[in-house]
């Protein structure tokens, strides 16, 4: 259609946004995973995506919840998170007949499920047994290939039950993990903001915001997030949903993953590490932070309160291979702008900033 002459063009911008119907938090929820799905309508036969270790844990609670509720259930047991083990489990659960999928574990197993689901175009409920990044309700799947991580596009889950009495019996580190994750959100958010000033990106007001309150909990509760304590449990799986959702209301990771992500994917290209996701864009945050000029030794300090990684050395990594990430973390998404620039760091600015961070 076009416009007369001296009008405004018309106005076609679209765009959906989908979020979970139900979260349920706390201590014993899991049991509830049978009522959720009736509630939401969900019907006949459903699919338990779950692991090895997260089947014995929660895996065939659900089983039995989901039974009592008078569903036909099938369980099927997930590997790595690659996109040959999607396409096996988007096979198989196909070939059941599932009309939706509860995916039962940490992180690895939720983004294969909710990459089946979209493949299948059948709802999924994510149960989560760690919460060691925001995945646990966002719309995007990270992925392994065979050099790194990736990350695509998924189903947001109909519901997210965490249940607080079973994420607390995955190790401390995973949470702390998942914290730093949401930590990430600050300079996440900064970075976007200067690529909607710079560029005229599009930027969602209500999604930064979401995101930017879901990091400063954390921060203002770091103190109290401790080892064996359900209640440290509590103050950050909310939090770490809402990032999530915080990507759905942009339809973006935007908020979520800016220059410090960028960092963390360049060291797992140069060095694959056994440092969790959470914990290198911890270390990613404290750099980015300091070069926007925002409070970078409150978040550095944040992080070592609850026991995140600080330094390359407590990430496994070298100084020097801490550098040559930052020298190469502008080359991973070129189209999207962060502090880092089109042109990134020079070797000089990039060892200075290591250096005077503490991270060497």
């Given at each position: 259609?076009v416009?007369?002459?001296?009008s405004?063009?018309?106005?076609?911008k679209a765009r959906?946004m989908?979020?979970?119907?139900v979260?349920l938090?706390?201590?014993?929820?899991?049991d509830?995973?049978?009522?959720v799905?009736?509630?939401l309508?969900?019907?006949?036969?459903?699919?338990?995506?779950?692991g090895?270790?997260?089947?014995?844990?929660a895996?065939?609670?659900v089983?039995?919840m989901l039974r009592k509720?008078?569903?036909e259930v099938r369980?099927f047991?997930?590997?790595?998170?690659?996109?040959?083990?999607?396409?096996?489990?988007?096979?198989?659960?196909?070939?059941?007949?599932?009309?939706f999928?509860?995916a039962v574990g940490?992180?690895?197993?939720?983004?294969?499920?909710?990459m089946v689901?979209f493949?299948?175009?059948i709802?999924?409920v994510?149960?989560?047994?760690?919460?060691?990044?925001d995945?646990?309700?966002s719309p995007?799947?990270?992925?392994?290939?065979?050099?790194e991580a990736?990350?695509?596009?998924?189903?947001?889950?109909?519901?997210?039950i965490?249940?607080?009495?079973?994420i607390?019996?995955?190790?401390?580190r995973?949470l702390?993990?998942?914290?730093?994750?949401?930590?990430s959100?600050?300079?996440a958010?900064?970075?976007?903001?200067?690529?909607q000033?710079?560029?005229?990106?599009?930027f969602?007001?209500?999604?930064a915001?979401?995101?930017?309150?879901?990091?400063?909990e954390?921060?203002?509760?770091?103190?109290?997030?401790?080892?064996?304590l359900e209640?440290?449990?509590w103050i950050?799986?909310?939090?770490?949903?809402?990032?999530?959702?915080?990507m759905?209301?942009a339809?973006t990771?935007?908020?979520?993953?800016?220059?410090e992500h960028?960092f963390?994917?360049?060291?797992?290209?140069?060095?694959?590490?056994t440092?969790?996701?959470?914990?290198?864009?911890g270390?990613?945050?404290?750099m980015?932070?300091?070069?926007q000029?925002g409070e970078?030794?409150k978040i550095?300090?944040?992080?070592?309160?609850?026991?995140?990684?600080?330094?390359?050395?407590?990430?496994?990594?070298?100084?020097e291979?801490?550098?040559?990430?930052?020298m190469?973390?502008?080359?991973?998404?070129?189209e999207?702008y962060?502090?880092l620039g089109?042109t990134?760091?020079?070797r000089e600015a990039?060892?200075r900033?290591v250096?005077?961070?503490?991270?060497?």
């Open positions: 259609m416009a007369a002459r001296g405004p063009a018309p106005f076609e959906s989908v979020f979970p119907r979260v938090a706390g201590h014993g929820v899991m509830q995973v049978g009522k799905s009736s509630s309508g969900f019907s006949s036969r459903s699919a338990v995506i779950t090895k270790i997260t089947k014995e844990l895996g065939n609670h089983d039995e509720e008078g569903y369980t047991v997930a590997g790595a998170p690659t996109l040959d083990e999607v396409s096996r489990l988007t096979s198989e659960v196909g070939s059941w007949g599932a009309k999928i509860v940490g992180g690895s197993k939720i983004d294969i499920s909710k689901a493949r299948l175009k709802p999924f994510s149960v989560p047994t760690s919460a060691s990044h995945g646990i309700s995007r799947a990270s992925l392994k290939g065979e050099r990736f990350s695509v596009e998924a189903s947001v889950p109909d519901a997210v965490a249940d607080t009495s079973v607390l019996q995955a190790p401390f995973f702390v993990a998942g914290c730093a994750d949401v930590i959100n600050i300079p958010v900064v970075d976007w903001r200067l690529a000033r710079l560029h005229n990106e599009e969602s007001s209500t999604a915001a979401l995101a930017e309150y879901a990091a400063q954390i921060v203002e509760h770091a103190s109290l997030i401790k080892p064996g209640e440290s449990v950050a799986i909310r939090p770490i949903i809402m990032s999530g959702v915080a759905s209301v339809g990771s935007r908020p979520s993953s800016g220059s960028l963390a994917h360049a060291l797992e290209r140069i060095h694959p590490t440092a969790m996701h959470g914990e290198m864009v270390v990613g945050t404290i980015m932070m300091y070069l000029g970078w030794t550095r300090n944040t992080l070592k309160v609850m026991g995140a990684p600080v330094t390359a050395g407590e990430l496994g990594v070298t100084s291979e801490a550098v040559t990430a930052l190469n973390a502008h080359t991973l998404r070129p999207r962060t502090i089109s990134g760091l020079t990039a060892e900033l250096h005077v961070t503490g991270v060497a």
